[in-house]
């Protein structure tokens, strides 16, 4: 049991270019979400999915595009990279009911030059 | 919308001393409140978490937090310290009839000292 993770661990781009961040989990859950995570800032939400095929912006979605065509992948796409998307990208997991906790992945360390 | 404050970025405690990380919230209706630990290039684990009931709520590694609505606070404790707790802390709150935003907090790191 894996639990939540997420390709790859450390990506460098530069400005302009494009990559694709994969988050797997396998513990069945409906729920899934990608955060980043900026020095004193915590963490904040880019987009999350309530379920297969379906997606919804978070706090922070512009610059991202997400899918959800499998239950247990949530992807997350920066189509044209900036020095301001240089962050840790966390995804996370949750069965419902709400009052549950979120699980996370490890995280993806991505530097934007 | 909901949100956390985490009024210290950082919190010193020498190892067997009781350590209190702290954490008030914002919120239009009733809260889910959360703590989670981060240790160094590891994602989120979860601590513990209020939901209703009992407002003093214990968790994983001998922590508890104590949910006081008047205050609107959730701060974290722990009786005696370990150098082990030494950690990155963060405090979440989810509005329940707000479904999927859950807020954290800019985190509060814990260094404890032998």
């Known amino acids: 049991n894996a639990g939540v993770t997420q390709t790859p661990k450390f990506r460098v781009l530069k400005t302009g270019q494009s990559m694709t961040l994969l988050c797997a989990q396998d513990?069945?859950?409906?729920?899934m979400y990608w955060y980043r995570q900026d020095p004193g800032m915590g963490l904040r939400l880019i987009h999350y999915s309530v379920g297969e095929g379906t997606t919804a912006k978070g706090e922070v979605p512009d610059g991202y595009n997400v899918s959800r065509l499998k239950k247990q992948n949530f992807l997350l796409g920066l189509e044209s990279a900036a020095p301001s998307q240089t962050s840790v990208y966390f995804c996370a997991s949750m069965g419902p009911p709400f009052r549950n906790e979120q699980f996370f992945g490890p995280g993806t360390r991505l530097t934007v030059l | 919308a909901q949100s956390v404050a985490q009024p210290e970025d950082q919190v010193n405690v020498a190892e067997g001393n009781p350590l209190t990380v702290k954490c008030t919230y914002s919120?239009?209706?009733?809260?889910?409140l959360f703590w989670y630990v981060q240790y160094p290039n590891r994602g989120l684990q979860f601590l513990l978490k209020y939901i209703t009931g009992d407002n003093l709520v214990k968790g994983s590694y001998g922590f508890e937090a104590e949910f006081n609505k008047s205050q609107t606070s959730f701060h974290l404790k722990k009786p005696s310290a370990l150098v082990s707790d030494s950690a990155l802390y963060f405090c979440a709150v989810r509005d329940m009839g707000r479904d999927n935003d859950m807020r954290f907090g800019a985190g509060t790191r814990l260094t404890v000292k032998p």
């Open positions: 919120v239009s209706g009733n809260p889910y």
């Open positions: 513990m069945n859950h409906e729920y």
